[in-house]
């Protein structure tokens, strides 16, 4: 558990709810999920697209497809931070010229990660259009970038952390909202994990 | 995890952990030599001078290519067009080189030891791509990084090397390698072309091919070059494909499922046959285009240790 007072703002069925209704406003709003595909950014977006597919499948009869993206050769920080970030692989298993694509984060804050996230996938193709879904937005955006499918908003300020554990990477399900105590969280120099 | 130093001067040194992290980084970066635009943003505004003083096409082309699909600038200096074929010391040369605020300096040399020199003296970052008859740590990476994708890992795997271990960085390399990564070399010569005190090293060392073959998970034939030959090292070059050239009727006696390797360039018919080196085994030219990868994460790395030391 990280230092500082930590308040938990959704346990496993409030994350496990937000996923559903995701899913459902992307049926709504799309009407077909036809060549639409999944895309979760590294490391906890992976895991939130699955469990929306899965959804999906159910709710649609037909499964998306997923991939995967690591944003670390796009970072806009790589001179300024020390040691580069160790690179995952970055999959994606469908055509991206012509897909319409949900890209998945846990965590929308500065949009610096979601910027880099469209300069890889525009990288491998032309995507017809691409929307965003994400688990909680947190605010304080950088760039103009905005969710089209938001889990949960929460109001924080910059020295706070908001931390999403899932299952499939951490064991458990929950967001936690960590208060800033002191040194140490307001860091200018972001850890390999953060959200830029 | 990251790499300890700025520079890769070598494979000696370098622990476990770090030739996994350079291996695994590598694997991520394949990728992108499969899209149809083959490049990332990821070095802009760097600058890469490929400072070649001895002739090399692959080594060369493959660092090129792995600079530019990072996005670096890059400048070649090779040893006929720089001023070193006027009498230039490598020292002035270098300091001129690091008054074109270079990152990296990628130097192949025939002294061993050149790279070292060079990056005592500038505050950029090395890489050795091959110092003379001591070290060619990318090939190694890349050979490595090809027996992974085939073998899974490497600890265990039986890997002969056979041809010029004397004269041999990619050799020298290899056994640094693979040895700290817990796999079971055997060298295999003749003993005019074995370094003395080889022995001493974490390796098997024979004088027959056939006993070097047996079993073998990765076999790996070196170039021999006509020079050795002049210099009497063995009778003629059809004396050293009958007694230790790689053919059909050797590679049965590897595993089943043996991948037969090659840094290049070859000389077929010499230290391999051609239906070998074409054959369904053979991987040779899978390892240029990884390559590409491997190189491409080296640099990836070492920029980032370029960024810390800058940081501090």
Redesign the interface.
Known sequence: MPAGKSVRILDASSIDRALTRIAHEIIERNKSLDGLGLVGIRTRGMPMALRLAAKLGRIHSAEPTTGVL?IN??RDD???????P??????IPFEVDGAKIVLVDDVLFTGRTIRAAL?GLM???RPDWIQLAVLVDRGHREVPIRADYVGKNVPTSRDEQVDVRLKEVDGNDEVLLIRADGAGLASSEPAEEDRQ | ??LRSRHLLGIDGLERSEID?IL??A???A?IGT???K????LR?RTVVNFFIEPSTRTRSSFELAEKRLSADTVNFSASTSSFSKGETLLDTARNLESMAPDFIVIRHSQPGAPHFLARHCSCSIINAGDGAHEHPTQALLDAYTIRRHKGGLRGLRVTIVGDILNSRVARSNLFLLSTMGADVTLCAPPTLMPPGVEKMKCKVTHRVEQALDGADVVMALRIQLERMRAGSFPSLREYATLYGINRERLELAAADAIVMHPGPMNRGVEITGEVADGERSVILEQVTNGVAVRMAVL??L???L??EA??
Do not use: N
Not at chain 1, 78 to 84: C, N
């Open positions: 690591d050769l796009y790589l001179s300024l931070i020390a040691a580069h160790v690179l995952k692989k970055t999959e300069d990288d491998l193709g | 995890m990251r992290l695994d980084t694997e991520s970066l990728e899209r149809e635009i490049k990332v943003p990821t505004g990836y790395l920029a980032g240790e960024g810390r940081a501090a």
